[in-house]
């Protein structure tokens, strides 16, 4: 039976740089490239019965040899979570939308799921609960939250990827709960992208506003633009934005999350060593039946094991 394939790209649009890769230098190369996807079908849903013959890696257009493909579907997840404490969120009953979306996200839990809480505001996050698997210290902590001050929400996330590390399980997530406007961050747009460009662990925002905002003239460009920036970081990590204000829109929302996380692929390969470090792009051919799929957009490193190559050394 032939299999019909389709290469899906990721473009790192909106993210306030040119399409060229962005200028940064880079000192350390990663060890080994682990690349979490979900695949979905005509009607959106995830596929939770892939074959390892039904996709293809490549880098920079290159065929890449993994040695590494698994379901882990129903998998253990270690949840960051990273809520905004600003003043803005003190309106119009966001705080209590946040805190019943982490609440649902809590009810979802399965045996094995960890959950770290961050808080921020003006400055840099603050860790509230350290990974856990009781969800009743989340909970307790969110009860000591009260909305303050301005939104520096770039400056909060840029560190959020390297925090999210010390989950346990190697299915990661971090969910960003915003109104999405930021007005305080040093970091500018660019930055942000920048740093979160090659990041391994997906990235769900969960803006708490009505998703009709994005279309309505009272808002400003800017408010407007922080939310298209929280949709393309999403898209450029292999998460996805849900936008929502209402208890079914937030039940909805956290819903999906879910099956995303718990229908994830991992694919992942050692880089060579050889050429130079640099930010080396993502793509995968997948077989015909399937019609989307969220995947990180690249990596920092050396060069991929390219299939041409890998099996020139096995002949030798």
């Given amino acids: 039976m032939m299999r019909i394939f389709v290469t899906v790209f990721l473009l790192a649009a909106g993210l306030g740089w040119a399409q060229e890769s962005p200028r940064v230098e880079e000192s350390v190369s990663v060890g080994y490239v682990m690349i979490p996807f979900t695949v979905l079908d005509p009607r959106g849903v995830p596929l939770t019965d892939l074959h390892k013959s039904e996709v293809r890696l490549l880098v920079d257009g290159n065929a890449v040899t993994s040695d590494m ?17 600003s003043g803005s969120m003190g309106l119009a009953g966001k705080m209590d939308a946040a805190r019943a979306a982490i609440g649902a996200l809590l009810a ?18 603050r860790e509230l609960v350290p990974f856990t698997d009781n969800a009743a210290a989340i909970t307790r902590a969110l009860s000591t939250v009260t909305p303050f001050g301005k939104t520096a929400f770039f400056d909060a996330l840029s560190t959020m990827p390297e925090r999210s590390r010390l989950g346990k399980n190697p299915s990661r997530a971090i969910i960003l709960l915003s ?11 660019a930055e942000l992208a920048r740093m979160l460009q090659g990041v391994a662990v997906p990235i769900y925002p969960l803006g708490i506003r009505d998703p009709r905002d994005q279309a309505s003239k009272p808002h400003s460009a800017e408010e407007l633009s922080d939310v298209d920036l929280l949709d393309a970081i ?4 292999g998460g996805k934005l849900h936008l929502g204000n209402q208890p079914q829109q937030i039940a909805m929302a956290v819903a999906n999350i879910e099956k995303d996380l718990r229908a994830q692929y991992l694919i992942g390969f050692a880089p060579t060593g050889q050429g130079g470090i640099k930010y080396r792009h993502i793509s995968l051919q997948l077989a015909g039946r399937v019609r989307g799929v969220r995947v990180r957009a690249g990596y920092f490193g050396t060069e991929p094991p390219l299939v041409a190559l890998t099996r020139e050394r096995k002949k030798g």
């Avoid at 109104?179 to 747009?189: C, F």
């Fill in 69 to 85: 493909f698994e379901k882990s579907e129903n998998a253990p997840v270690s949840f960051t979570i990273l809520l905004d404490a």
């Fill in 108 to 125: 979802h839990r399965r045996p094995g799921d960890d959950f770290s809480l961050f808080a921020f505001a003006e400055s840099e996050a």
């Fill in 179 to 189: 109104d999405g406007i930021d007005n305080a961050s040093k970091l500018k747009r």
């Fill in 234 to 237: 999403a898209n450029l990590t």
